[in-house]
């Protein structure tokens, strides 16, 4: 059995600037506070939080559409990847970014629901809101 999870959050940026940070590893890094080494290609490797996370690029629809096998170093050894999709949606100005994170290993979904929100999506409205005052 697995787990699936659905969050949300609306970030004052494009869905450019949202797309190109989430796979470009410097500002991934700078997002989040830790490191982050990804190949922004379909196919590509990715690790986030200093190898806490890690997977592979499976769909890339510039400014829309990510999608990745993704796990973490939490996850048994035999479990298969989950997938996580994130979607990018123009409001007026401001994106609707949608995760949606499934195939998680069963028990796991609530401290993946909680990280979402507190290492991605804080620091993500604290990023992008810092790059707009710099204008």
């Not at 494009?14 to 797309?19: A, H, L």
């Not at 940070?21 to 990715?46: K, P, Q």
């Not at 890339?60 to 990510?66: D, F, G, K, Q, V």
């Amino acid at each position: 059995m697995s787990e699936s999870l659905e969050c949300s959050v609306l970030l004052r940026a494009t869905p450019q600037q949202v797309y190109r940070a989430w796979l470009d590893g410097a500002a991934h890094s700078a997002f989040t506070g830790s490191l982050a080494e990804i190949d922004a290609h379909s196919g590509g490797l990715f690790t986030a939080w200093d190898g806490y996370i890690s997977g592979k690029n499976v769909l890339l629809e510039p400014y829309a559409r990510i999608l990745q096998t993704w796990r973490t170093s939490e996850f048994p050894q035999l479990a298969p990847d989950s997938f996580l999709e994130v979607l990018l949606e123009d409001v007026g100005g401001s994106t609707l970014v949608t995760l949606h994170h499934t195939q998680i290993p069963d028990g796991q979904s609530g401290q993946y629901l909680e990280g979402w929100q507190e290492y991605y999506f804080k620091p993500m409205q604290e990023y992008f809101d810092s790059l707009r005052d710099d204008l």
